[in-house]
């Protein structure tokens, strides 16, 4: 229905005339550049590997070129930088004359992300198992495209190890549009499931005018725990940046409105920027913010040098980035099933002189009030417009309209008055609806937020969820024991029988993964998991049919059809049925149209049937979605075989570690048993250890080519080749039976030890009894030797030293391990001279320092923290940890000396925060000085101060900070000490209940004991306890 109204015209006097295309340009730019050294040679821990982390930053900048792509219309200029990621480096409102991206002006790298290095600002593409990937500071792939519609086009893309997916960004920016699109696609080649993370993290300056438009009533942390947004429990405003100047960091995962959109506003400046999307393909929307105090402050300059402090707003695929904790809520952790291939599309643009917004979609920004029968629309347009727009009454009734005319970024600011008594709650322009009024009440939702109160997590469904998100976030080591739960309450549990099948396929026991899946079809035959997982085992173990049984009777399962139709194409390939392959391939992209495998399957099968049409159709189809496609470009050159398709192929292969890129499509290859094929790819790589062997095994038939690449293996580097994939495992053992050095066997062990079978990992090793020129070797042995065999890892960590005595940390870990022994001096003198030799690797000087603590030599500990300059990494808090026992424990000897004066002294340097030592200031309120203000106690007491020891142990009895620390029993000890006995013994039994660490335990049991008798406390021990517990990365 609608009512009578009269249309006005509103034409806006600015020519809507045409734009020009936008372009793209590739060049260099010169920026002040902190850069970032030493990669480790060490074989990392399953958390990174087979990535290695880089450990050298530095203050002292250089100028260095960096390669810049840069799109551009008559709007807005979009950087990116495809040597640091491939991050947008920053986005420049051309009308404002302004960046809407948070510019930093220098690069900065900083010990923040999983392998190290990291820059502020920007958006940063997050896709893996967590953020700030392996990738994020270091070349990847890109393609840069002028499209026929006149926009333009810079994709990024790299391959990610640790879960061995592929990811593609597509930057487009429009010739007559002011926003820019990023459109990912990432695909998961793999025939097992793999985590599944994804977040665009955006910086935006601070600043005491910012304010978070996150439509929502609630947020979520890391660990899924809900708390009301935007006002919290004291009143505060948490979505105004200046009313965060409170206890620490802090991330907050907003929802509980149905919003497509988040934004940054400036209200002094009334600009604004704005991330918009279908909701369904982002739901998360984060922010983090550093600290308002020094804790935080010290990251500015840290990470920049006058660009200022910086935000991140973020937005995700899942409502929070959950740790393990947020298994215990509704917000677990999704998987990325095999073969499954996703993409999603988001928009980014800058607004100005609304005011706060209401709502946004690719029109543009709106601001919107309404008052009386009057309605104030204010509109920054991020396109052309030339339409009538139309208000709406709840009962969709057209009660106003205006014919709006504007052009790109023209400001409409019209007062429209409506009919007595209406009242206008969505207003229809150019064919997009937006509704504003009552928007937070009307879009809430009811979805739970957490999780009942009686559910039981220790039973068989609650230990196997568990398991399940514990493999999910690649922690295969504490998913089994979870699992192992699972089944010892309920043995043919089929979801844990099928999470224990994967874990089982991670450790490469193919026989086990086939007799769990038989034991979960025994149950249900139809179980589509069980019976998928059933079919890869029998592929592995040669059991064709069996494995074309479990396959067949997966796809009855709408959800695991795309999987078991991509299996079924592959093993019809390697039987040689390549019309049945190319068929399955084909009902496999019925499920998912963007199955890049499915399509790659296609492809391959055209060309073996010498289908021209078919090949050219699916060739436009994988490079419509993927335009850095490696193995069209690869196909392109295996038909042709000249220079030009070699160079298009080759050229475009420009990421950190292009050798992965080559071996990962020439083991596609080798999977299908397309053999000649994977080696004219490894013809084409550079040339690893890895590569060789490679190479050696797929010429197995060939005895002179064979031949050739073994002896050729005799004389690879082998300096940070890390094997991780179970088709190397295969070639390495057919290694070991052909080349007797200890090559195969340290290669195929770095996959073992990977894949947690450690057993089997330091067999290999020990097989070996010649002595090995490569000191990693004997690092990884040393790793692998279990703890009753101490003297044995010892004479390994020594080998290594002897063998390269310039690799720090060689000498770190030898001195390490002699400190755990107890062997204090001999750790000292281990280490004193890696430190003198280098005084500015602060993470040798660190070490240094607890190890002069540990002989006592305060003095010279003291003296190395004074000089010491430590860059650290997010979360570090050793220096100041080791600076406060130093400065305390100097404090107790002049105590004990009775030099009341220096001890004095020694309590207020206590309390200082030196910036060198790479720990911010925080608020008063969030210091621990129990210590301080014991050991304070006992001068007062000792100089006769009675007053003011009273009042110091009244100080710390009634303290509320920490709970859990140790030092929480110098409060039992203040408590005793005022004669508060009851709350002495109430407040030690908590203590003792919440700790989770059996050693802490062991060690503070009979100090407690004691305590309860009223004896003195061992402040030492204490002190010991909270200092030295050493600081814990994520990664």
């Avoid at 009334?270 to 909701?279: I, K, N, Q, S, T």
């Avoid at 699972?486 to 396929?505: H, T």
């Amino acid at each position: 229905m609608m009512k009578p109204i009269f249309i006005t015209l509103i034409c806006l006097p600015l020519a809507l005339g045409a734009q020009q295309a936008a372009t793209i340009k590739e060049t260099t730019k010169t920026y002040t550049t902190y850069p970032f050294s030493d990669p480790d040679p060490i074989p990392s821990t399953a958390k990174i590997y087979p990535y290695y982390r880089f450990d050298g930053f530095t203050d002292k900048p250089v100028q260095r070129d960096w390669k810049v792509v840069e799109l551009e219309n008559d709007f807005i200029k979009v950087q990116i930088m495809p040597e640091i990621g491939g991050k947008i480096w920053t986005a420049f409102d051309k009308k404002a004359q302004r960046d809407f991206l948070y510019n930093n002006g220098v690069v900065k790298f900083r010990d923040i992300a999983m392998r190290g290095p990291w820059t502020s600002g920007g958006i940063e593409a997050n896709y893996g198992i967590i953020g700030h990937t392996p990738n994020t500071s270091t070349p990847v792939d890109y393609l840069t495209k002028t499209n026929e519609d006149g926009s333009v086009s810079c994709f990024i893309s790299t391959l990610d190890l640790l879960t061995r997916t592929r990811w593609v960004l597509e930057i487009k920016l429009e010739k007559d549009k002011a926003f820019f699109a990023t459109r990912s696609f990432w695909s998961n080649t793999n025939p097992v499931e793999q985590p599944y993370y994804t977040w665009m993290n955006l910086g935006v300056p601070a600043g005491d005018d910012l304010q978070f438009i996150y439509p929502g009533n609630h947020y979520i942390g890391h660990d899924g725990d809900s708390h009301a947004w935007p006002l919290d429990s004291n009143g505060r405003d948490l979505s105004f940046y200046a009313q965060n100047n409170f206890e620490g960091s802090k991330s907050y995962h907003v929802l509980g409105t149905h919003s497509n959109y988040f934004s940054a506003y400036w209200k002094d400046h009334d600009y604004g920027m704005v991330r918009y999307a279908d909701r369904e393909d982002k739901l998360g929307k984060k922010i983090f913010l550093w600290a308002q105090s020094g804790e935080g402050k010290i990251w500015e300059t840290l990470l920049t040098d006058k660009s200022g402090q910086y935000v991140e707003i973020q937005s995700g695929r899942l409502f929070n980035q959950n740790v393990f904790e947020s298994n215990f809520t509704p917000f677990k952790q999704l998987g990325f099933a095999p073969y499954q291939s996703d993409t999603w599309t988001e928009y980014w643009y800058p607004y100005k002189n609304i005011g706060k917004p209401v709502g946004a979609n690719l029109l543009g920004t709106f601001a919107i009030t309404q008052q009386a029968n009057k309605v104030q629309i204010k509109l920054n347009p991020n396109c052309s417009i030339n339409d009538s727009l139309f208000l709406y009454n709840d009962e969709n009734e057209i009660i106003a309209a205006k014919y709006v005319k504007l052009a790109v970024g023209q400001m409409f600011r019209e007062e429209v008055v409506l009919p007595s008594n209406e009242i206008a709650t969505k207003l229809k322009l150019q064919g997009t609806v937006l509704n504003f009024s009552g928007v937070e009440s009307n879009k809430a939702l009811h979805r739970p937020l957490d999780a009942p109160t009686n559910v039981d997590t220790a039973t068989a469904y609650g230990l196997y969820l568990q398991g399940r998100d514990l493999m999910r976030f690649r922690n295969y080591s504490d998913a089994k024991p979870k699992i192992r739960q699972s089944l010892s309450k309920e043995a043919y549990f089929v979801p844990s029988l099928v999470e224990m099948a994967k874990l089982q396929w991670f450790h490469m026991a193919y026989d086990s993964v086939f007799f769990y899946m038989q034991r979960a079809l025994s149950v249900d035959t139809y179980h589509a998991e069980a019976n998928y997982y059933y079919g890869l085992a029998s592929t592995k173990l040669g059991k064709t049919y069996d494995a074309l049984d479990g396959f067949e009777v997966a796809s009855l399962d709408p959800g695991m059809q795309a999987a078991a139709y991509t299996a079924l194409s592959k093993c019809y390939v390697r039987k040689g049925d390549i019309i049945k392959s190319l068929d399955y391939a084909g009902r496999a992209l019925k499920n998912n149209q963007v199955n890049i495998e499915a399509l790659q399957l296609q492809y391959l099968n055209a060309r073996l049937l010498n289908l021209k049409e078919l090949k050219s159709s699916v060739e436009k189809d994988i490079l419509r979605i993927d335009p850095l496609n490696h193995f069209v470009r690869f196909e392109q050159y295996l038909e042709k075989r000249d220079s030009h398709t070699k160079e298009l192929f080759v050229s475009l292969i420009r990421n950190e570690m292009p050798v992965q890129t080559f071996l990962e499509l020439a083991i596609w290859y080798a999977n299908l048993q397309q053999h000649r094929t994977a080696v004219a790819v490894l013809d084409l790589a550079p040339k690893n250890a890895e590569v060789i062997y490679w190479l050696a095994w797929l010429n197995k038939d060939r005895d002179e080519e064979k031949q050739k690449w073994l002896e050729l293996a005799q004389k690879a580097d082998m300096q940070q080749i890390f094997p991780f994939r179970e088709e190397s495992a295969e070639v390495l053992n057919w290694a070991l039976q052909e080349d007797t050095s200890w090559r195969p066997s340290y290669l195929l062990a770095l996959i073992q030890s990977f894949r947690n079978n450690k057993t089997q990992a330091f067999q290999l090793l020990s097989k070996v009894t010649k002595a090995v020129d490569f000191a990693p070797f004997y690092i990884l042995r040393a790793r692998l030797t279990e703890e009753q065999y101490r003297d044995r890892q010892l004479k390994d960590l020594e080998q290594a030293v002897k063998i390269d005595n310039k690799e720090w940390r060689y000498g770190q870990l030898l001195a390490r391990s002699l400190s755990n022994k107890k062997m204090y001096e001999q750790a000292l003198e281990e280490l004193k001279p890696y430190y003198e030799a280098n005084p500015a690797n602060y993470i040798i000087g660190m070490d240094y320092v607890r190890i002069l603590i540990l002989n006592h030599d305060y003095l010279e500990a003291d003296n190395v923290l004074k000089h010491i300059h430590i860059l650290p990494f997010e979360g570090a808090t050793a220096g100041h940890k080791y600076y406060e026992e130093v400065k305390l424990m100097l404090a107790i000897q002049a105590l004990d000396d009775k030099k009341y004066t220096l001890a004095r002294s020694k309590l207020v340097e206590a309390k200082a925060w030196p910036i060198n030592l790479g720990v911010g200031e925080p608020y008063e309120e969030m210091k621990d000085q129990r210590v301080i203000d014991w050991i304070d106690a006992e001068l007062n007491r000792k100089m006769g101060n009675k007053q003011e020891y009273q009042k110091l142990l009244l100080k710390i009895a009634e303290s509320n900070i920490n709970p859990t620390a140790a030092a929480t029993l110098l409060q039992v000890a203040a408590y005793k000490k005022l004669g508060r006995n009851d709350e002495a013994n109430l407040l030690g039994k908590r203590w003792f209940e919440s700790q989770k660490d059996p050693i802490v335990k062991t060690k503070i049991a009979p100090m407690l004991e004691r305590l309860q008798h009223d004896a003195e406390v061992d402040v030492k021990q204490i002190i010991s306890l909270t200092a030295r517990k050493e600081d814990e990365r994520l990664f």
